[in-house]
């Protein structure tokens, strides 16, 4: 049984393929080209958390796919507590083909995919967000021709968001440089994982902004406090300050250099509304790639 949980477990061989297949189904839902390949076959989507993005893009492309979406509140599945995850996923896996998920703990995922007879699917946890990594690779691909050799710095949080795309470049021969204060980078339970399922060659962290960005090809930020950790939100305000990316830090990055922001975006915290607005930005691409990365999941796990 194939899941879909972390980047880390594919082969860089099945992330080549995956954006490739979604290239080929972005190209062919722009000829309005009519797709079948999840006829009669229902997918679930499981939510603890809000999602605009996630949410949205799986329901569409199931239906553009010619499958059938049923969207079930986390509240109401109550994972866990209102029956234990083994009961819950032996019982699911009779009734629809595939469960899409975002929890808070990853935790929920394993425990899932270790009795599910269906393929489950990350659409966020705590560790990280797959989905979205696989979008941040496509829209690098489309804006500089192959990822291969292009640097990524993430000014940030060492977060669900960048340990998924600094798994994918590693994978696929992109630089990644996380950029953040002291004490936000990424932990040794992930640079260990890394090691053993990605490079020796660990992402190296800065812990000066300008620095990172200087050689970069791609700036990335995300939101300084992430679901789950708004409690923690006034002490990250303040440690985050100087790792904004505004005006003053893209003039700092080559002049070809690319924003992208997995969204929804905080502005006037992790980025600024004139940098969001202005040419270097494609998170919009971005979140639109969302959709053709997911419907290449789908099709690789159920075809
Ligand atoms: N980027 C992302 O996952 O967005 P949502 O939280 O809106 O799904
Ligand atoms: N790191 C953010 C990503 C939101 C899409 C969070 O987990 O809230």
């Known amino acids: 049984m194939k899941h879909f949980l972390n980047l880390s477990d594919l082969s860089a061989a099945d992330l080549d393929h995956l ?3 979604a290239a080929r189904l972005k190209d062919a839902q722009a000829r309005r080209i009519p797709a079948h390949s999840l006829n009669g076959r229902v997918v679930g989507l499981v939510f603890e958390k809000p999602s605009l993005r996630t949410r949205v893009s799986f329901e569409s492309g199931v239906a553009q796919l010619g ?18 995850l083994a009961d819950f996923a032996r019982t699911i896996s009779h009734y629809i083909d595939a469960l899409v998920l975002r929890v808070y703990q990853h935790a929920t995922l394993e425990g899932l995919a270790a ?30 021709g192959s990822e291969r050799g292009r640097t990524v710095a993430f000014v940030g949080d ?8 600094a798994v994918g470049c590693g994978k696929l021969g992109a630089k990644f440089v996380l ?42 930020t995300d939101v300084w406090t992430s679901m789950g950790q708004e409690a923690e939100r006034e002490e990250r305000l303040r440690r985050f300050a100087s790792f904004q990316v505004n005006a003053q830090l893209l003039a700092a990055a080559p002049a070809h250099c690319k924003v992208l922001h997995c969204l929804p ?39």
Not at 76 to 84: D, Q
């Open 115 to 144: 009795h599910a007879t269906i393929p489950i699917i990350n659409g966020l946890s705590d560790w990280s967000h797959p989905c979205q990594g696989l979008a941040d690779l496509l829209t690098v691909r489309e804006l500089f």
């Open 265 to 303: 975006a905080h502005r006037g915290e992790e980025i600024t509304d004139d940098v969001m607005d202005g040419p270097a930005c494609a998170a919009f691409q971005q979140a639109g790639n969302r959709l053709h990365t997911q419907k290449a999941v789908l099709e690789w796990l159920l075809k």
């Open 179 to 220: 950029a953040c204060p002291v004490g936000y980078g990424f932990d040794e339970k992930f640079l260990t994982q890394y090691r053993s399922k990605v490079s020796p060659d660990v992402p190296q962290e800065l812990n000066d902004p300008v620095a990172a960005v200087r050689g970069a090809d791609v700036i990335y």
């Open 67 to 84: 499958g059938t979406s049923l969207y079930l509140p986390g509240n109401e599945v109550g994972l866990g507590w209102r029956e234990t």
């Open 19 to 21: 954006l490739t297949e």
């Open 158 to 165: 060492g977060n669900n968001v960048s340990r998924s795309l």
